[in-house]
């Protein structure tokens, strides 16, 4: 177990709507990242925030959005819902924000998304 | 930009024999270097890193990896199998502080199925 949880487990919705995912952060970690995992694209990383602010951005699409809380958990909100969004959500947590030698990512059990 | 390569999409090795998964890279500068596997229907687990020092990297459950600076390689290494070992495992590289990319995004390779047989 890695400290870092998701919710929900498994998501199946519709195209065109919007579904929120959640994550929280190993305790004490302060930057989350999250990433997309499909069979056409692999592993991408789509964003990263560090104590509330938004730090780096990747291939994350207009419609993908997150915002990370005061007690520093994560939210990914994917809006118009596409086939093609369907894919593995992981996130991520790590302490610090620069990515240091002791920087390492520790992955939560990740969200399933099926869009129908 | 900063990539990685991992050539074999499957590696099929007997359980108690030598199991080896290749990964090259290309970052500017020195890179740090990870190793994470997959089992069904469950997150990544972090295995190991390079960030600097000795080559030879020992990690979790194993599993060792060696950095060779020349070849742009960081092959994952385990001495003797286990079908338990049967899993995807992905490297990964990130660019160090101080660089264009260094926010600490994690480039992943496409991923490496191993098969271990009893």
């Known amino acids: 177990d890695s400290g870092v949880t998701q919710t929900p487990k498994h998501l199946i919705t519709a195209t065109g709507q919007r579904v929120t995912l959640r994550c929280s952060p190993r305790?004490?970690?302060?930057?989350v990242y999250w990433y997309q995992q499909s069979l056409d694209q692999g592993l991408q990383f789509l964003i990263q925030?560090?104590?509330?602010?938004?730090?780096a951005k990747g291939n994350i699409l207009e419609r993908f959005s997150a915002q990370q809380f005061p007690d520093l958990h994560s939210e990914l909100n994917l809006s118009s819902l596409e086939l093609g969004d369907s894919a593995l959500y992981f996130c991520?947590?790590?302490?610090?924000?620069?990515?240091?030698?002791?920087?390492?990512?520790?992955f939560g059990p990740g969200t399933r998304l099926t869009v129908l | 930009a900063q990539s990685v390569a991992q050539p074999e999409d499957q590696v099929n090795v007997a359980e108690g024999n030598p199991l080896t998964v290749k990964c090259t890279y290309s970052?500017?500068?020195?890179?740090?270097l990870f190793w994470y596997v997959q089992y069904p229907n469950r997150g990544l687990q972090f295995l190991l890193k390079?960030?600097?020092?000795?080559?030879l990297v020992k990690g979790s459950y194993g599993f060792e990896a060696e950095f060779n600076k020349s070849q742009t390689s960081f092959h994952l290494k385990k001495p003797s199998a286990l079908v338990s070992d049967s899993a995807l495992y992905f490297c990964?590289?990130?660019?160090?502080?101080?660089?264009?990319?260094?926010?600490?995004?994690?480039?992943f390779g496409a991923g490496t199925q191993v098969v271990v047989t009893p």
């Open positions: 991520a947590s790590s302490p610090s924000l620069a990515g240091g030698p002791q920087d390492t990512q520790y």
């Open positions: 305790s004490g970690d302060l930057s």
């Open positions: 925030y560090y104590n509330g602010e938004e730090r």
């Open positions: 970052v500017s500068g020195n890179p740090y």
């Open positions: 390079y960030i600097t020092g000795d080559n």
């Open positions: 990964a590289v990130r660019a160090p502080p101080g660089t264009t990319d260094s926010w600490g995004k994690l480039q």
